[in-house]
């Protein structure tokens, strides 16, 4: 009971740190007659970037899922379920992205 809450002091722990840190950051950035926005470091360069990884996200998440029907329904031991279907459901998310990317460079 107690690794739990721990975890959770830990992670809110550091995120209260980044943030504020961040802040003050840009705090004396502006104080110095500086673009806060020119030095910030964003996690995903573009959109592209950042609808792949949430496509992947989504692919595994319905991997778990269908890993959990075959292993109810059909009595396959979770040994084979889970990542059969998280690797097959990767697969068609990367595949998907690969034409949602082709058509929106098409457009552009």
């Known amino acids: 009971m107690i690794v739990p809450i721990v975890l959770f002091c830990v992670v809110f722990g550091v995120c209260y740190v980044f943030l504020t840190q961040r802040h003050r ?3 004396y950035m ?8 020119k030095y910030s470091m964003r996690l995903f360069r ?17 991997g778990i899922l269908g890993g959990y029907i075959l292993e109810n329904s ?13 690797f097959f459901f990767a697969g068609v998310s990367l595949i998907s992205y690969y034409f949602v990317e082709k058509y929106s460079l098409k457009d552009d």
Do not use: Q, R
């Open 25 to 27: 950051e840009k705090m």
């Open 30 to 37: 502006m104080e110095n007659d500086l673009d806060p926005d």
């Open 46 to 62: 573009n959109t592209h970037e950042a609808l792949k990884h949430g496509m992947l996200s989504i692919g595994v998440s319905f």
């Open 74 to 86: 059909f009595g396959m031991g979770n040994e084979f379920a889970y990542p059969i279907m998280i």
